[in-house]
C-alpha cells in the first residue's frame, strides 16, 4: 500500500464538501485529476470509499472506518510538524553535555547559562566525567557531544580545538617553588609527586611530560582535585594541575604558580560522533561554544 499526503488530502477534503468539484478546488487540481486520485485511494485500500450520485457523495461502511484512521494519520502528522517546528526554532529539544571536572566548575556554567537565557525552554545537562568515560558517553550517544583532553580515534570521533590550557604548579606556601612566578619542569625533578588516575585526561597529559624530568612518586593517586589540594596541604607533595582546576584545589596554605615549559598545556577539544548530526538545540550550543574560543585566563 502507498498512501501518500496528497490522497488522504483528497479524501478529508471530498468528506468535508461532499461534492467532487468543491473538493477538487480546494485541493488545487481539475475536477478530473481529483477523480483519478480518489480512485487510487480507493485502488490502494482495496474497498469502495465512497457511494457517488449526480449531485454529492457519501461514506460507505469502509468509507466511515477509513476516516477514522485517517484523521488520526493527519493529525499525527500535523503534531509532528509542529513539534519539529518548535524544535527548529529551539522552543523545544534538549541538550547534554559532557566534559571535564574542572571546566565543569565554572567555565562550561558560564557558558550554558548564556545559552539557556537566549533559549529557556530547552532542557540542558550536564555531566562532569574523566576523558575516557567522556569519549565513552559520545560514543554510545549518551551525551550530544563532549569538551574533552583526548581526541579519541579519528574514525570514531569529530573534533575541533578549543583552546590550550596551561599547567601549574601547586605546591604548600612554604615550598622552596613557592615564591617564584613561574617555575619549569626540570624544577621537579626528585619531588614527591601525586597523581590523578590514569583514566583523566591530567594524567595522560603530564605521563610524557615528567618521565624524563625524573619525579618521586609519592605513591598517591586520587580522581579528586580537593583531594589533592588536602594530601599537598598536609605535606605529601607537589602536583601539577590545568588551569581550570586551580580554582578546585585553592586553599590558603597553597600557592599556584604557571610552567614555562611550552609543551605544558592540555588541549581541550570539542568532540562529538562522526557522521552524525546533532539535533538543531545540540548544534546551536556547538556553535555558540566554538564562537567562544577561550584561552587560558591568565595568557
Known amino acids: 500500500m502507498n498512501l501518500s499526503g496528497r490522497l488522504l488530502d483528497a479524501f478529508l477534503a471530498l468528506v468535508e464538501a461532499g461534492r467532487f468539484s468543491v473538493a477538487a478546488e480546494r485541493c488545487h487540481v481539475s475536477s478530473s485529476a481529483f ?10 485500500v482495496g ?12 461514506l460507505t461502511p469502509e468509507g466511515e472506518a477509513f476516516l477514522v484512521g485517517a484523521r488520526r494519520i493527519v493529525a499525527e502528522m500535523e503534531a509532528s510538524m509542529r513539534h519539529l517546528s518548535e524544535r527548529a526554532a529551539l522552543r523545544l529539544g534538549r541538550v547534554s553535555v559532557a566534559g571535564p571536572p574542572s571546566l565543569a566548575a565554572d567555565w562550561l556554567p558560564a557558558r550554558l547559562a548564556e545559552y ?15 576523558s575516557n568515560q567522556c569519549l565513552e558517553m559520545i560514543s554510545s550517544g549518551e ?25 601549574f604548579l601547586v605546591c604548600r606556601h612554604d615550598d622552596p617553588l613557592a615564591g617564584r612566578k613561574r617555575v619549569r619542569l626540570a624544577d621537579l625533578k626528585k619531588r614527591s609527586f ?8 591530567v594524567w595522560q597529559q603530564l605521563a610524557g611530560m615528567l618521565a624524563p624530568i625524573g619525579v618521586a612518586d609519592s605513591g598517591l593517586e586520587v580522581s579528586q582535585f580537593g583531594t589533592l ?9 607537589i602536583s601539577v594541575v590545568p588551569e581550570y582546576s ?10 599556584a604558580m604557571p610552567l614555562a615549559d611550552a609543551q605544558a598545556t592540555r588541549p581541550i577539544y ?19 561554544l566554538l564562537e567562544s574560543r577561550a584561552v587560558s585566563a591568565g595568557a
Request: aromatic fraction near 6%.
Open 246 to 255: 586551580v580554582q578546585l584545589c585553592k586553599r590558603p596554605e597553597l600557592r
Open 143 to 167: 551525551v550530544d557531544f563532549g569538551l574533552n583532553a583526548q581526541r579519541g580515534n579519528a574514525l570514531e570521533y569529530e573534533t575541533e580545538l578549543l583552546f590550550n590550557e596551561r599547567m
Open 116 to 130: 539557556r537565557r537566549c533559549f529557556p525552554d530547552v532542557l540542558v545537562r550536564l555531566h562532569d566525567v574523566v
Open 35 to 44: 477523480s483519478q486520485m480518489i480512485s487510487r485511494l480507493e485502488e490502494s
Open 47 to 58: 474497498a469502495k470509499l465512497f457511494d457517488r450520485n449526480t449531485r454529492n457523495v457519501s
Open 270 to 288: 570539542m568532540v562529538r560522533r562522526s557522521r552524525r548530526s546533532l539535533s538543531v538545540a545540540a548544534q546551536t550550543l556547538w556553535d555558540r
Open 194 to 201: 601525586i597523581h590523578t588516575v590514569r583514566s583523566g585526561s
Open 229 to 237: 589540594a588536602g594530601l599537598i596541604a598536609h605535606g605529601f607533595g
